[in-house]
């Protein structure tokens, strides 16, 4: 139970979209009663100005001017959280270096095995060959992703390559992602500070190997509806049932986020998984987003107020946050960059349920 005699203010700097969707008056109205007041920051004012400090700058910005507002403000207000800090974001902005942390997570599960998709990065792409793709252990089709994901509506254009011609027509450089057949569904698990939920969703349609000959050089994300010669076409969606998919084992997902949240210092994201074909029991993180769209989750205003309180009470009494969220992190230079997606789509329902462990008919909830 919040005590009412503490307050804390949380200041937040979010694009005007973000901004909308996730500083709804139910959020603003709950948080107020458990002794949370969000703040919006000027953005048209110097941070180190405003004031008295926050308790906690909640924030989704990017660019050079706010790296040096959060850092100088960081410096003159150690005491003051930063969430998520820019030098914990900017490992997942790369898009190579976004998977990479994956691979330095040791968990030992006896029930299913995890890793990340083949991937490379083109610079020419017009120099890329059918014999390049193999020696980099990947094969048609593949997925085509801007390198850098800086938050435009440019970074977040896929395409599936089914051959050569349909390459040499992007534009690089990009990453060139290994696509693997995963039932059309993807998990997609949701952390806030140790609060974990993991949703089932629908997916890019399997591809045959032998109808490649029959599809297009290329097709964008959007135009995938356009594979009626393959195997997505309305039928197919009505067909697949999503309760017949079969979630990832909850003790799997626990060591996962867990991992996740340690490896990337960061606590407020999610990560997609997809379950390979080949092989049933083995898992593929093929995404890290940071702060991602939480606003659509049913009580997600509870789930945001009970991490604050939590996190600034801790702070207050000189505890500390989530493990090892640190203050005045901004103070080492960083570079600033912004996270992609993956097979999936970022801002989707998510449905949430009380702090417990729990499983419904298309959901995970579980502590870590």
């Known amino acids: 139970m919040a005590d009412l005699s503490k307050r804390f203010t949380v200041g937040y700097a979010l694009a005007p979209k973000k901004q909308a969707s996730f500083i709804q008056l139910s959020l603003v109205n709950l948080a107020k009663e458990k002794g949370i007041d969000f703040i919006q920051i000027d953005m048209n004012k110097p941070l180190i100005e405003q004031g008295p400090p926050f308790d906690c700058v909640l924030h989704k910005m990017y660019g050079e001017d706010w790296k040096d507002q959060l850092i100088q403000y960081s410096v003159k207000y150690p005491n003051v959280l930063i969430i998520d800090s820019p030098e914990a974001i900017e490992r997942l902005h790369n898009r190579i270096t976004m998977l990479q942390v994956v691979t330095e997570l040791e968990i030992e599960d006896e029930t299913a095995s995890f890793g990340i998709p083949k991937q490379t990065v083109v610079y020419d792409a017009k120099i890329v060959s059918e014999s390049y793709l193999n020696s980099e252990g990947l094969k048609f089709p593949v997925i085509a992703k801007p390198l850098v994901a800086d938050g435009s509506a440019k970074s977040h254009k896929m ?91 909850l003790s799997f997902l626990t060591e996962i986020a867990r991992g996740l949240r340690r490896a990337t210092k960061l606590y407020l994201f999610n990560f997609d998984l997809i379950r390979d074909n080949r092989v049933g029991n083995r898992y593929l993180v093929i995404d890290i987003n940071y702060f991602p769209g939480y606003a659509k989750m049913p009580n997600y205003e509870r789930v945001m107020t009970d991490f604050f309180w939590d996190v600034l009470s801790n702070n207050d009494e000189g505890k500390g946050g989530f493990e090892s969220l ?43």
């Open 159 to 249: 395409v599936l390559v089914f051959n050569k011609d349909g390459l040499s027509k992007l534009k690089p450089p990009l990453v060139l992602q290994e696509f693997v057949n995963h039932g059309a569904v993807i998990f997609k698990v949701y952390v806030v500070g140790d609060y974990v939920k993991c949703v089932k969703r629908k997916s890019l349609p399997d591809v045959m190997e032998e109808n490649l000959g029959k599809l297009e050089s290329y097709l964008s994300f959007s135009q995938v509806s356009n594979l009626n010669t393959c195997e997505k076409n309305d039928k197919y969606y009505k067909l697949m049932n999503l309760d017949d998919a079969e979630l990832p084992p």
């Open 326 to 368: 640190q203050k005045g992190s901004c103070e080492k230079e960083v570079r600033m960059f912004v996270g992609g997606k993956g097979y999936g789509e970022d801002e989707g329902t998510l449905p949430v349920s009380p702090l417990k462990r729990e499983e419904n008919e298309n959901a995970n909830t579980i502590q870590v």
